[in-house]
């Protein structure tokens, strides 16, 4: 075989390998065109429960198919915003409604007719509204609850189970008198913890904040700190180091989820035993606070009705019942919350009351505050104010005056 035949035959092999590729490239490529595309957050290990519910759907909506992705949780907001951002988003995505309230202020979710929520809690459905409008359907909530140690409170003397912020804080110097334990563990700083203490007071704004009744409660806190009523690491740990000591006996009250109770029976079987519950503490209004998780359809989502019957089926009564048993989380359907197994409990089954408090709950909400600009540095502002009052001694109302100032120009 000559040189000018072997050129050409690695010539003509590299063409029609050129051809081949092209057409792999420019074929049409096959897409399920009804797969509708469910991003969840956490949910990885909830095999069990979602495959069977999948196959449900699909059986009772023989023109959808669902490819379920699980994402997660400290990556949410980032791949979602990548996605949406994108020609090819998902098309049901679980998050949380701070961060859907900022894509649907950017006009990147689909509106969601209300009157298809309209089995669903009210407060928390009105609460995930923007501009007056629905861009989400409501997953599952979380509401917390008060555990306290009814051994330390009988060596302490106390008969009457604290209701408010300030009726606990109050306890404090008699419960460090007679026990020698601390009354609480705040965790002031931790994410949120301040502002919804806060918010249950009506103080919510820079107005607010410099308010009589917002110095009131800050010097509350700094006498409770200085006076060394509550522990040290209340302005620097969160709720975890929190939960530590009360296991360990050293709180006789802490304010945390319903799926905590179970941890304490694990690891602290004897403080277990002394353990109660009670609805959580309140500010003057009475109200509680509650932790939702919603679903949203991004606005370029190519299957848009799918999305919303699927997520409509996600949480209806059967599945949010059964969901709920498997978890410790709080049904956002009405007709689930209306269940028995969420309105009755056996005497001495701690668990179980833990689960109808919380769930009761859920009919007297605090409206939770969502801030347009800077939500995180305001947080932020909040709580570095707080560590400094207790810190110092400063004149509380000129220290809030000028952290006003601050969260104002946040605002802007």
Same mark, same amino acid.
């Given at each position: 075989?000559?040189?000018?035949?072997?050129?050409?035959?690695?010539?003509?092999?590299?063409?029609?390998?050129?051809?081949?590729?092209?057409?792999?490239?420019?074929?049409?490529?096959?897409?399920?065109?009804?797969?509708?595309?469910?991003?969840?957050?956490?949910?990885?290990?909830?095999?069990?429960?979602?495959?069977?519910?999948?196959?449900?759907?699909?059986?009772?909506?023989?023109?959808?198919?669902?490819?379920?992705?699980?994402?997660?949780?400290?990556?949410?907001?980032?791949?979602?915003?990548?996605?949406?951002?994108?020609?090819?988003?998902?098309?049901?995505?679980?998050?949380?409604?701070?961060?859907?309230?900022?894509?649907?202020?950017?006009?990147?979710?689909?509106?969601?007719?209300?009157?298809?929520?309209?089995?669903?809690?009210?407060?928390?459905?009105?609460?995930?509204?923007?501009?007056?409008?629905?861009?989400?359907?409501?997953?599952?909530?979380?509401?917390?609850?008060?555990?306290?140690?009814?051994?330390?409170?009988?060596?302490?003397?106390?008969?009457?189970?604290?209701?408010?912020?300030?009726?606990?804080?109050?306890?404090?110097?008699?419960?460090?008198?007679?026990?020698?334990?601390?009354?609480?563990?705040?965790?002031?700083?931790?994410?949120?913890?301040?502002?919804?203490?806060?918010?249950?007071?009506?103080?919510?704004?820079?107005?607010?904040?410099?308010?009589?009744?917002?110095?009131?409660?800050?010097?509350?806190?700094?006498?409770?700190?200085?006076?060394?009523?509550?522990?040290?690491?209340?302005?620097?740990?969160?709720?975890?180091?929190?939960?530590?000591?009360?296991?360990?006996? =050293? &709180? #006789?009250?802490? $304010?945390?989820?319903?799926? +905590?109770? %179970?941890?304490? @029976? *694990?690891?602290?079987?004897?403080?277990?035993?002394?353990?109660?519950?009670?609805?959580?503490?309140?500010?003057?209004?009475?109200?509680?606070?509650?932790?939702?998780?919603?679903?949203?359809?991004?606005?370029?989502?190519?299957?848009?009705?799918?999305?919303?019957?699927?997520?409509?089926?996600?949480?209806?009564?059967?599945?949010?019942?059964?969901?709920?048993?498997?978890?410790?989380?709080?049904?956002?359907?009405?007709?689930?919350?209306?269940?028995?197994?969420?309105?009755?409990?056996?005497?001495?089954?701690?668990?179980?009351?833990?689960?109808?408090?919380?769930?009761? =709950? &859920? #009919?007297?909400? $605090?409206?939770?505050?969502? +801030?347009? %600009?800077?939500? @995180? *540095?305001?947080?932020?502002?909040?709580?570095?104010?707080?560590?400094?009052?207790?810190?110092?001694?400063?004149?509380?109302?000129?220290?809030?005056?000028?952290?006003?100032?601050?969260?104002?120009?946040?605002?802007?």
């Amino acid at each position: 075989m000559n040189k000018s035949f072997k050129l050409t035959a690695v010539i003509s092999i590299a063409c029609i390998l050129l051809v081949s590729f092209v057409y792999i490239l420019t074929k049409p490529q096959k897409h399920n065109d009804n797969e509708v595309v469910f991003w969840s957050l956490q949910m990885g290990t909830f095999d069990g429960y979602m495959k069977p519910l999948i196959a449900e759907f699909e059986k009772q909506n023989p023109d959808v198919k669902i490819k379920w992705i699980d994402v997660p949780y400290s990556e949410g907001e980032k791949r979602t915003l990548a996605s949406i951002l994108s020609s090819t988003p998902p098309d049901l995505v679980n998050l949380t409604p701070d961060f859907s309230s900022v894509l649907a202020q950017k006009q990147a979710l689909e509106y969601i007719d209300c009157a298809k929520l309209k089995d669903y809690n009210k407060q928390i459905t009105q609460s995930l509204m923007t501009d007056g409008k629905c861009y989400a359907v409501p997953f599952y909530a979380t509401s917390s609850l008060t555990f306290y140690n009814k051994d330390l409170l009988k060596k302490a003397g106390v008969k009457r189970i604290p209701v408010t912020y300030g009726e606990l804080n109050s306890l404090a110097p008699l419960i460090k008198q007679k026990t020698g334990v601390f009354v609480t563990m705040p965790t002031l700083t931790e994410n949120d913890t301040l502002l919804k203490i806060l918010n249950k007071s009506g103080i919510n704004t820079p107005q607010t904040l410099t308010s009589d009744k917002s110095v009131k409660i800050f010097e509350g806190y700094r006498e409770l700190y200085q006076k060394d009523l509550i522990p040290r690491e209340s302005i620097t740990q969160n709720h975890q180091e929190a939960l530590e000591k009360y296991m360990s006996g =050293q &709180l #006789a009250f802490i $304010q945390s989820g319903a799926n +905590f109770l %179970n941890i304490v @029976k *694990e690891n602290a079987p004897q403080v277990f035993k002394h353990t109660d519950v009670a609805p959580q503490f309140t500010g003057d209004n009475g109200k509680y606070d509650v932790s939702v998780m919603n679903l949203i359809i991004p606005v370029r989502a190519k299957h848009k009705d799918g999305a919303l019957r699927f997520a409509l089926f996600l949480t209806n009564k059967q599945n949010q019942i059964e969901l709920a048993k498997l978890t410790t989380i709080l049904p956002v359907n009405n007709l689930a919350l209306n269940d028995s197994y969420f309105n009755s409990y056996t005497e001495g089954d701690i668990i179980a009351k833990a689960r109808v408090l919380s769930a009761k =709950q &859920l #009919a007297n909400l $605090q409206k939770n505050i969502r +801030f347009e %600009n800077n939500h @995180k *540095e305001i947080l932020t502002l909040l709580n570095t104010t707080v560590q400094q009052i207790l810190l110092g001694n400063d004149d509380v109302k000129k220290v809030l005056e000028s952290a006003a100032k601050d969260w104002k120009r946040l605002e802007q």
